[in-house]
């Protein structure tokens, strides 16, 4: 039987068009590229504005977009590191314009003593970071035991004789903690990812912890040694 001409082609026009049918079927079977476009697009937009509420010092507004950004992408340690950033910008505002919020030491004060200033400033502070410094072992055990039983997060840094207490307390160490813990899941999901360590130095610099931050610090530079500011502060501590 022959085949005319015009028969054949619409018998190729047939073939290709089922071939691009199953082929666009295979890949997107229920519109899933469509929607992935779409999700993409969302993701970019709920980035956006929350940036422009960090940078407006909305915080609250900020980490609640920012987490519905990670609640779309789980495994974006860039938008971990600026949910991390935000909390941190949110507890120092809380702590006020003074870092330390309250800044004492207890030379020749008796434990009682001690115990007297650590709630005068707890009680003026509310929300920030106080440090006192003693060289009186008893009243160091006291003020730590006190100040862990009223909730706050406590750090002790033994030099010689000399000890320093370091207290985060109220929305101040509420919000610290949660950056730091956002900038370590960052670091997990992204282990190249220099400004992830880079922000946890710093947080960790900011609460004395001063040997931790240093190591996240360098670990930030190796990881972008083109960061000129970071090698000169680094440069202090060799």
Not at 31 to 44: I, P
Not at 91 to 99: D, E, I, N, Q, V
Not at 184 to 192: A, F
Request: aromatic residues 10%; contains cysteine.
């Amino acid at each position: 039987m022959r085949v005319q001409l015009p028969t054949i082609i619409v018998l190729c026009f047939a073939a290709v068009l089922a071939v691009t049918l199953v082929y666009y079927t295979r890949k997107d079977p229920e519109g899933t590229r469509e929607s992935v476009n779409l999700q993409s697009a969302e993701f970019k937009m709920i980035r956006t504005h929350a940036n422009d509420a960090y940078a407006s010092k909305e915080y609250d507004k900020a980490i609640s977009l920012y987490e519905d950004a990670i609640t779309m992408r789980p495994e974006n340690a860039e938008v971990l590191n600026d949910l991390g950033a935000t909390y941190y910008a949110y507890g120092l505002a809380y702590a006020g314009p003074s870092w330390p919020s309250w800044e004492t030491d207890l030379e020749g004060k008796t434990a009682a003593e001690g115990l007297d200033e650590l709630q005068m400033a707890i009680a003026h502070t509310e929300s920030g970071y106080i440090v006192m410094n003693s060289a009186n072992r008893e009243s160091t055990d006291a003020i730590e035991q006190k100040a862990e039983e009223l909730g706050a997060i406590v750090y002790t840094e033994t030099w010689e004789d000399q000890v320093t207490i370091r207290l985060l307390i109220g929305k101040t160490q509420q919000f610290l903690m949660k950056a730091e813990d956002a900038y370590r899941r960052s670091i997990d999901l992204k282990p190249t990812y220099s400004p992830a360590y880079h922000n946890l130095g710093s947080l960790l610099m900011k609460i004395g912890q001063t040997d931790s931050a240093v190591n996240y610090l360098r670990e930030a530079h190796y990881l972008d040694p083109r960061n000129k500011k970071l090698e000169q502060y680094l440069t202090q501590f060799k």
